[in-house]
């Protein structure tokens, strides 16, 4: 949207982790319970292939039996924390380490403890996510920035509609927005841009980000006049200073020569 108003203000920009503008609030949220789903079947792999997970015989279905057992009545007592891992904990806690592949094993030791009856370190897992930022601004921007309903029934019933395509973060991840429905201030929802005018904008996007899904970041290069696709081979939220050198080479060339990778560019 910067550049779109101000191409001349633009010397460089590079997007690492993307959601597109267009669609609704309850659209996107359901492409990234989609990208969530993703990022659980690339973990679901990486278990299958003999990394040492303790739930390597059947991690999809333990994280399936760690929701519903969060699920009952009390959740699932977590000694060695603040609180039980209800499901709001499990569910975070779940999520929290599929941003980044260095928490994947804590993810694996989280889920074992979990089935043995103990939480806690699902809880720590879903306070690592409630401490990354201040979700009120969260949750302000995006309540303005996207069209809602606002009737609070029609995000449980989409949620409801959206668990079939993506059964484990589907329910949670729409019904999480629910606050948008009675937000005290006027939306004002963000058009498509194309900013015209400005130099080449890079787009990063990866395969295996969970939180703004790889299709997000094709569409936003596509639509820019100057977009340019970076693709990243890989999984967690974005990659940019993450140690890639592929992609942090050519970032920097970027940033300081001026010069833009080729679109299409893979790392």
């Given at each position: 949207v910067y550049a779109d108003l101000f191409p001349k203000r633009v010397r460089s920009m590079i997007l690492d982790g993307v959601l597109?503008?267009?669609?609704?609030?309850?659209?996107?949220?359901?492409?990234q319970a989609a990208g969530f789903e993703t990022a659980l079947d690339r973990w679901v792999q990486y278990c299958r292939?003999?990394?040492?997970?303790?739930?390597a015989e059947d991690p999809l279905g333990a994280v399936g039996q760690v929701l519903a057992l969060s699920e009952q009545p009390g959740g699932i007592p977590a000694p060695g924390a603040s609180r039980d891992a209800g499901p709001g904990e499990a569910n975070l806690g779940i999520s929290m380490a599929l941003y980044s592949q260095s928490l994947w094993n804590a993810l694996?030791?989280?889920?074992?403890d979990a089935l043995a009856g103990d939480g806690s370190r699902l809880v720590d897992l879903a306070d690592q996510y409630v401490g990354i930022g201040d979700f009120e601004i969260y949750f302000a921007v995006n309540c303005l920035d996207f069209e809602w309903p606002e009737d609070p029934?029609?995000?449980?019933?989409?949620?409801?509609e959206t668990a079939l395509e993506s059964p484990h973060f589907g329910e949670a991840l729409v019904n999480d927005y629910v606050r948008c429905a009675t937000w005290p201030v006027e939306r004002e929802p963000l058009e498509p841009v194309a900013a015209p005018g400005t130099p080449p904008i890079v787009v990063i996007s990866t395969t295996g980000d969970p939180a703004?899904?790889?299709?997000?970041g094709v569409v936003v290069a596509d639509r820019l006049e100057s977009g340019v696709l970076v693709t990243n081979e890989g999984d967690g939220h974005t990659v940019v200073a993450d140690g890639k050198r592929c992609i942090d080479e050519l970032v920097v060339r970027y940033l300081i020569e001026g010069v833009a990778p080729d679109d299409g560019t893979t790392c």
């Open positions: 597109e503008l267009g669609p609704t609030g309850l659209e996107l949220a359901a492409e292939a003999g990394e040492g997970c303790q739930t694996d030791r989280a889920l074992a029934e029609e995000f449980f019933a989409f949620a409801d703004t899904p790889y299709e997000a």
